[in-house]
């Protein structure tokens, strides 16, 4: 892994309305990411128009489909369907393009990938965590989740993230709360380089009341000398 660049970059899914309050935080911090709306998902506050069109004047607004179906269940033609809708509706709301696709769920397979990449977007986003590196703009995973996860559940998300996820382990360290880990894997990209990408959902920010832990880990990650960008940026990071 390359020691530079250093990129940083952040995700938040689904489109909840308490994104807004995400955006207002990272705008405080000077922080870049991408927000993943999910257009017509039912029974599910999602962010207003006025609100997304606002929020794409400094940040990178993405698609993650129409309703939220685990794109590995439904037949290729759905998938097309809600890939490429999604990102027609959202570019009707905002009036420019949307390159960055999100997989419900983070399931995918190389059909589905095929399938978004033919819709126009330029990237796609996985979810498996413990990742610094990508070969792949179609299965960009990420480095942490502002989530906590179980301890058995973090092993586990560890033993499958491939010998980054061991470099991270035997360099920095375990650390099973989710704000000391956010920092540990921040503090490992510094050292060796590579892409910190923060995944989250407000609602789970909002639900459990994270957001003094949130705004710890933005205040944590802000204003260093790194790259900040979108998710679409990470396109020029990918490996061969």
């Keep these: 892994m390359s020691k530079d660049p250093i990129v940083v970059t952040t995700s938040w899914d689904d489109g909840y309305n308490a994104d807004f309050k995400v955006f207002k935080l990272m705008k405080k911090y000077d922080l870049k990411g991408t927000f993943y709306v999910c257009i017509n998902r039912k029974n599910f506050n999602r962010l207003s128009n006025s609100e997304i069109k606002q929020i794409s004047k400094t940040q990178e607004i993405g698609a993650h489909t129409l309703t939220h179906p685990a794109l590995t269940k439904i037949s290729l033609n759905e998938v097309k369907q809600e890939a490429l809708g999604s990102k027609r509706e959202l570019e009707k709301i905002l009036g420019k393009k949307v390159l960055s696709f999100a997989y419900p769920y983070g399931r995918y397979n190389q059909l589905v990938e095929e399938v978004v990449k033919k819709s126009g977007f330029v990237m796609a986003r996985a979810d498996k965590p413990f990742h610094f590196s990508n070969r792949d ?4 995973n990420v480095s942490c989740d502002a989530y906590q996860h179980r301890f058995l559940g973090n092993c ?34 510094l050292r060796f380089g590579g892409v910190w990408h923060l995944h989250g959902h407000s609602y789970e920010i909002e639900r459990s009341n994270l957001w003094e832990n949130l705004e710890e880990v933005f205040s944590y990650v802000s204003h260093r000398d790194v790259q900040y960008c979108f998710n679409k940026d990470l396109v020029k990071f990918v490996s061969t």
């Design 137 to 140: 703009p179609f299965a960009i």
């Design 156 to 189: 586990l998300l560890l033993t499958q993230s491939g010998q980054e996820g061991l470099k991270f382990l035997f360099t920095e360290g375990f650390a099973n709360d989710w704000v000391k880990l956010a920092k540990k894997t921040f503090d490992f990209v």
